[in-house]
């Protein structure tokens, strides 16, 4: 079951910050909130995952918020290679459950 | 690494015939997950694997659905009789530790399967 809840689509300007929101008001104490990416036609690909902690990699950043009921996932310089569906998910550290939603559709406008 | 590889990548068959998908995870990873992807139900995990023992099959829509692991390196989610409602595209995923959180789920292309 996903505990997520995303906007079903956004658009951004090319080159511009993408800003995609997620909530996940039941999030527990020991799950992770993850960050996938569908591109069309293509198998969902990993972008960031984080505790608590904001975090940033090559990809992306991700902010949560100081009681964990929500999060954005930032992509600092949108491309139109970044047109995608953006999922956002709650898991465990116990389980292997990776329930995806049913995400936000990104479109990067030229 | 080559990735997940599923095969085949398209099926066509007609309702009542037996599909037969199959998987080959990353070498090394120990978990094994069967997605289904529809417009109408978006991604739906149907079940998955740790160390080749079906772990929650509790998303497999009914007794149509069976999946096998029989060793580490390839699994199989076979519908018989297949009909038009298993239209979608079937993915299948492997994660390095089972029970762990190390971050990724590495998915293979998908295999789409429509059934007249």
């Known amino acids: 079951d996903a505990k997520t809840t995303q906007p079903p689509s956004m658009d951004c300007a090319e080159g511009r910050a993408a800003n995609l929101p997620c909530n996940h008001s039941?999030?527990?104490?020991?799950?992770?909130v993850y960050w996938y990416r569908q591109i069309h036609s293509q198998g969902p690909q990993y972008i960031i995952h984080?505790?608590?902690n904001n975090e940033t990699n090559e990809m992306a950043s991700l902010i949560i918020t100081e009681d964990r009921k929500s999060s954005t996932l930032i992509l600092p310089h949108a491309t139109l290679r970044d047109t995608a569906v953006y999922y956002c998910?709650?898991?465990?550290?116990?389980?292997?459950?990776?329930?995806f939603g049913t995400g936000t559709s990104l479109t990067v406008i030229p | 690494d080559a990735g997940v590889i599923q095969s085949p990548r398209h099926e066509v068959t007609e309702m009542g015939q037996e599909v037969t998908l199959r998987c080959k995870p990353i070498?090394?990873?120990?978990?094994l997950f069967w997605y289904r992807q529809t417009m109408m139900r978006g991604l739906e995990l149907l079940i998955y694997?740790?160390?080749?023992?079906?772990?929650?099959d509790s998303g497999m829509p009914e007794d149509r659905f069976s999946a096998k692991m029989p060793n580490a390196s390839f699994s199989t989610l076979k519908i018989q009789p297949s009909e038009p409602r298993d239209s979608a595209v079937y993915f299948c995923?492997?994660?390095?530790?089972?029970?762990?959180?190390?971050?990724?789920?590495?998915f293979g292309e998908g295999s789409r399967l429509t059934v007249l």
């Open positions: 998910i709650v898991r465990g550290n116990t389980g292997n459950q990776f329930y």
């Open positions: 039941t999030i527990s104490g020991n799950e992770y």
């Open positions: 984080g505790l608590k």
């Open positions: 070498s090394g990873h120990n978990s």
């Open positions: 694997f740790n160390n080749n023992v079906p772990i929650d």
């Open positions: 995923a492997s994660h390095p530790e089972s029970g762990r959180v190390t971050g990724e789920l590495f």
